[in-house]
């Protein structure tokens, strides 16, 4: 199976900043990589595919990058609706497996 | 507008079988393929089945593979997930999830599922 090692474990940030989340994949999967944001109580919300891709209705401020095995999710200008838990997941080889999550919080 | 809509799930002992169901409305359901993920409590997501749109092929995680079946009625518009066999680790909100290109763009709102003597 192919491992979603993603980091750091946990951060917080202040209203405005930019922070970056990082996963790496064990082997290549090209730009077969999705975000995902998860508040409490609530169902994953997918933010962006196919590595770089904004899904419909995600704010701009979210961006994608990367390929093959190392990849990243910056958030830019850091809003109180930001905090959760981020996962990334790949979709190149079944199971699709899911990174360890990173929880964010405003500092 | 997309919904899934998870029913079926509760408290079970250990050994014993359940059967969820996933009612999809809003889009072609018979036109994605449709998986199913769970979340163990304060833990992190794990991906445990997929079905083509049609059927023709089926994937499961190792941890569950010849307990689960996944299923669907593309005439009804649901996807199922039967779990025999069930174990205190499978404890855990069962999602229902639509694929799109390399994500799952819509998601259930979760059944809860509590194996416990």
């Known amino acids: 199976d192919i491992q979603m090692t993603q980091s750091p474990h946990s951060l917080s940030a202040s209203l405005g900043e930019t922070v970056s989340i990082e996963c790496l994949a064990s082997?290549?999967?090209?730009?077969?990589l999705a975000w995902y944001q998860q508040k409490p109580g609530k169902s994953p919300q997918l933010l962006i595919y196919?590595?770089?891709s904004l899904q419909d209705g995600v704010p701009s401020r979210f961006s994608g990058s990367g390929s093959g095995t190392q990849f990243s999710l910056k958030i830019s200008n850091m809003q109180p609706e930001d905090e959760g838990v981020y996962y990334c997941q790949q979709g190149y080889k079944y199971p699709n497996t899911f990174g360890t999550g990173t929880k964010l919080e405003l500092k | 507008e997309v919904q899934l809509v998870e029913s079926g799930g509760g408290l079970v002992k250990p050994g014993s079988s359940l059967k969820l169901s996933c009612v999809a409305s809003g889009f072609s359901f018979r036109s994605y393929g449709m998986h199913w993920i769970r979340q163990a409590p304060k833990k992190g997501l794990e991906w445990i089945a997929l079905?083509?749109?049609?059927?023709?092929?089926?994937y499961y995680a190792d941890s569950v593979k010849g307990r689960f079946t996944i299923s669907r009625d593309n005439s009804e518009n649901t996807l199922y997930l039967e779990m025999n066999s069930l174990r205190s680790e499978d404890t855990a909100m069962y999602y229902c999830?639509?694929?799109?290109?390399?994500?799952?763009?819509?998601w259930g709102q979760g059944v809860m599922v509590t194996v416990s003597s």
């Open positions: 079905i083509y749109y049609d059927s023709s092929d089926k």
């Open positions: 999830a639509k694929f799109y290109s390399s994500g799952f763009d819509y």
């Open positions: 082997e290549g999967i090209s730009n077969y």
């Open positions: 196919y590595a770089r």
